[in-house]
């Protein structure tokens, strides 16, 4: 499957969108074929067209009209015995109208092609793309047995016949076969699997602190284990919650082994400290370098002394 791929706005103004106005169907299917999942750069693919109907949505009936209709247009051609589709000028628009013989899209077309050469269409897309994208050494390699069947959708096989009664004998209603339907679906079903066997595997869910888990499950630490903390925990998980950032199990055992480091006092100073200051992180209040010093003690004075009964020579007590 192509990761991108052209498509000109001028198509809605150009030739074929312009003969497709009003037509509904006809324009879903022009632009399936060009950017489909199937397509490629060279507008030659192999397109079955119950999974054509599954992809846009259209009955098998009004597909058939469509391919019909852009097949009167010289838009593209559609062979329903080998189930392969040519978009006739799409190699022209995702490449160029020209390659030179260096140029390294060379390489990818030839390669490309070469997968192509049974096709019912093989044939034509040479010779409308030989010199341009320089494939003359193709030219013996394509099977003469090789050619469009009776009921295609090409301008060279009777245009206003094919797709007519595509489906003859086969009870569709207005929707895919159920077969075909279920065959569609059950591929795709496939793909999923595939895809999710080679995912990552998810990480497992992360639990945080709430109300009503405020510990997740951890016992208080033996030292915090009063309604005071408790009180003060709650809080503490509810500030954290509305800045939306709720504890871990790995935070609240690590916040419990702080708070139970420093006792419960300072643990409760500690949280409401740093909840009035608006902190994510746990901090206790800081001593402000300006705040008063303590008073230094007092000398007593020398009648203090006197009345001690202090003699300089024998000191205190009068000895």
């Excluded at 074929?16 to 074929?33: K, M, S």
């Excluded at 797709?163 to 895919?176: C, M, Q």
């Excluded at 990552?200 to 639990?207: A, D, F, V």
């Excluded at 708070?259 to 409760?268: V, Y």
Aim: one cysteine or more; a negative charge.
């Amino acid at each position: 499957m192509r990761d991108y791929a052209k498509v000109s706005p001028k198509f809605w103004i150009g030739s074929t969108g312009r003969q497709l106005r009003g037509d509904l169907e006809g324009q879903v299917i022009a632009n399936y074929l060009m950017h489909g999942p199937q397509s490629t750069m060279l507008g030659l693919y192999y397109m079955p067209l119950p999974t054509l109907c599954h992809e846009t949505g259209i009955g098998l009936e009004g597909a058939s009209k469509a391919l019909r209709r852009l097949s009167d247009l010289d838009f593209s051609s559609y062979d329903l015995q080998s189930e392969w589709v040519w978009v006739h000028e799409m190699a022209k628009f995702q490449i160029g109208d020209r390659l030179s013989p260096n140029d390294k899209q060379v390489k990818g077309v030839r390669r490309q092609f070469g997968e192509c050469l049974k096709c019912a269409f093989a044939r034509q897309f040479l010779d409308r793309y030989r010199e341009a994208f320089h494939l003359q050494d193709f030219e013996g390699l394509i099977p003469d047995a090789v050619k469009p069947s009776e009921g295609a959708a090409s301008n060279d096989v009777t245009p206003s016949e094919p797709l007519a009664r595509p489906f003859e004998g086969v009870t569709t209603g207005d929707d895919i076969p159920f077969e075909a339907s279920r065959e569609v679906e059950q591929e795709q079903e496939k793909e999923q699997e595939k895809a999710k066997s080679g995912s990552k595997p998810k990480k497992p869910k992360t639990h945080y602190a709430t109300e009503l888990e405020p510990t997740l499950g951890q016992p208080y630490p033996v030292k915090l284990d009063c309604h005071e903390f408790h009180e003060t925990w709650r809080t503490w998980i509810r500030y954290r919650i509305e800045r939306k950032k709720p504890l871990t199990a790995m935070t609240v055992q690590m916040q419990f082994k702080k708070c139970e480091e420093i006792g419960l006092q300072r643990a409760i100073s500690m949280i409401e400290h740093t909840i009035a200051s608006t902190w994510d992180g746990l901090r206790e209040p800081e001593v402000s370098k300006n705040a008063p010093l303590p008073p230094a003690p007092r000398m007593p004075s020398f009648d203090e002394i006197k009345l001690q009964g202090w003699n300089p020579t024998s000191g205190l007590g009068g000895e």
